[in-house]
């Protein structure tokens, strides 16, 4: 199905190891996002990407960094965990002016 | 900068009730709006949404009307049922940010 693929879908990580979360889409959109979502603060976005080799910030970026070398794939890395990083992360791709989201990713970081 | 702004939850009502769920917003210019479903477990799922000022929404007996004069975009359910137990997601697209902002969420539970 059509769609976007997160993986994987839980993480359990200690304080200052790294990963990456992963996001594929199928769509062909150009535009391509991640968010974190918290209890009572909504998503809000740490980076986003409107084509292959461009990428930008968006409102809580600072302990992750994305790449974009494909229009599919959107990487997520994590440098460098803490505890605070602790939350459950989507990714989102635009498309003709629809947002379609991942399943999630639930990370936790102990 | 823009923003969107949710009632609080969570909201319990019984089944076959009648859901509003409050949303405001702060935006330059005519952004366009959102409601979002997350179930349980689940990711995001697009409910409905609408482009300009009077329009109106609606999927799955949920409708909300775009409101420029108080800039508003309520989310209305006649007769809720069990299986619309969720969370709801209030969301503008700001065109100047290029990006989607989200309110906090309403989670609402329904008891048959």
């Known amino acids: 199905n059509a769609g976007v693929t997160q993986t994987p879908k839980f993480q359990v990580l200690k304080t200052g190891q790294s990963m990456t979360l992963q996001c594929a889409q199928d769509?062909?959109?150009?535009?391509m996002s991640w968010y974190r979502q918290d209890p009572g603060m909504g998503l809000r976005l740490i980076h986003y990407?409107?084509?292959?080799?461009?990428?930008d910030q968006g409102e809580v970026p600072n302990g992750y960094n994305v790449s974009r070398s494909t229009t599919e794939d959107f990487p997520l890395r994590l440098l460098s965990a803490a505890p605070s990083q602790t939350s459950v992360y989507f990714c989102a791709s635009r498309g003709g002016g629809s947002y379609t989201f991942g399943s999630g990713t639930r990370l936790t970081v102990v | 900068g823009d923003s969107v702004t949710q009632m609080e939850g969570p909201v319990t009502l019984s089944e076959e009730a009648f859901l509003t769920i409050n949303c405001t917003y702060t935006?330059?210019?005519?952004?366009?709006l959102f409601w979002y479903v997350q179930y349980p477990g689940e990711g995001l799922q697009l409910l409905l949404k609408?482009?300009?000022?009077?329009d109106k929404g609606s999927n799955k007996g949920f409708e909300a009307t775009y409101r420029k004069e108080t800039t508003s975009f309520h989310l209305e359910k006649g007769s809720v049922q069990v299986s619309d137990s969720a969370v709801y997601f209030c969301a503008l697209f700001s065109g100047g940010y290029n990006k989607l902002i989200f309110g906090a969420g309403t989670r609402l539970a329904v008891h048959p």
């Open positions: 990407s409107v084509g292959a080799g461009i990428t």
């Open positions: 769509m062909n959109h150009e535009y």
């Open positions: 609408a482009t300009k000022a009077d």
């Open positions: 935006a330059t210019g005519y952004p366009s």
